[in-house]
C-alpha cells in the first residue's frame, strides 16, 4: 500500500552536508554515528543540492528486420554533483585542487595553485535531514574528483565551484552506501551508544583497580 509518509525531501544537516577525509579512514557504519576526527567539513553546498547519477548504460542486440533481440549491461557509473560556495573555506579548497595545493589560512593567507595534478581517491560522506528529522547519510569509501564546472566571479552570485566525484567498487564491489533512519530511532541508537560507552569505561576503570591493587 502507498503510504504519504514515505515521501520525503531532504536538507542538509545542519553545520554542514559533504564531509571528505584522506583514503583508508574509518568509515561510519549508520546514519547516526560520530565521524572520525580525520573528516574535515566542506562547508555549505549551493541550494541545487547534491546530485547522484547512478545509471547502467546497456547495449541492444538486433536481429534482422529491427526487433531487439539482446539487451546487455554495460557500465555503471556512480557519480556525485555539488556546487561547493565556501570559497574561503581551506578544505573546501583543497577538495577542489588537491591537498597539496593549498596552504595556509584565511588568518596567515591562503596560497592555492591550480596544475594537472591527478586527483587522489579520498572518502566522502554526505549527512541530511530528511522529512520528520529522519536522518539520511550516504558513505562514498572510494572517489575522486573528475570534474569541476566553470568558476564564475560576479557580483550578485556567490563564487561556486560545481564539483563532481566519480565512485569506485570498495573491497565488496560497493560504491556507495545509504543509510535512513527516524528521529525516534536515531534517539534510541544514541542512547544505547551512550550506555556502551559508559558501561566499557566502567569495566575499564574496574580492570584499572584491580591490576594496581
Given at each position: ?50 546530485t ?48 597539496n ?22 572518502v ?34 556567490p ?14 564491489h ?36 584491580e591490576?594496581?591493587?
Open positions: 500500500m502507498a503510504k504519504a509518509k514515505n515521501v520525503t525531501a531532504a536538507k542538509p544537516k545542519v553545520g554542514g552536508a559533504v564531509w571528505r577525509a584522506p583514503a583508508g579512514s574509518k568509515l561510519p557504519k549508520n546514519a547516526v554515528e560520530a565521524l572520525d576526527t580525520a573528516f574535515k567539513s566542506l562547508g555549505y553546498i549551493s541550494e541545487d543540492g547534491l547522484n547519477a547512478n545509471s547502467p548504460s546497456s547495449e541492444d542486440t538486433s536481429a534482422w528486420g529491427g526487433d531487439t533481440v539482446l539487451s546487455t549491461q554495460g557500465e555503471k557509473p556512480d557519480t556525485f554533483k555539488f556546487t561547493l560556495i565556501e570559497a574561503m573555506n581551506p578544505d573546501a579548497l583543497a577538495a577542489v585542487y588537491g591537498d595545493n593549498v596552504s595556509g589560512t584565511l588568518e596567515t593567507g591562503i596560497t592555492v595553485k591550480a596544475n594537472s595534478d591527478p586527483q587522489p581517491a579520498c566522502w560522506v554526505v549527512d541530511m535531514m530528511m522529512k520528520d528529522n529522519a536522518k539520511k547519510r550516504v558513505v562514498i569509501p572510494e572517489a575522486a574528483v573528475t570534474e569541476v564546472g566553470d568558476i564564475t566571479y560576479a557580483d550578485k552570485s563564487v561556486g565551484y560545481e564539483t563532481t566525484i566519480s565512485a569506485v567498487p570498495d573491497d565488496d560497493n560504491t556507495h552506501y545509504e543509510y535512513l533512519i527516524s528521529a525516534t530511532g536515531a534517539a534510541s541508537q544514541a542512547t544505547q551508544s551512550a550506555t556502551g560507552a559508559a558501561s566499557q569505561a566502567t569495566q575499564s576503570a574496574t580492570v584499572s583497580k591490576v594496581t591493587a
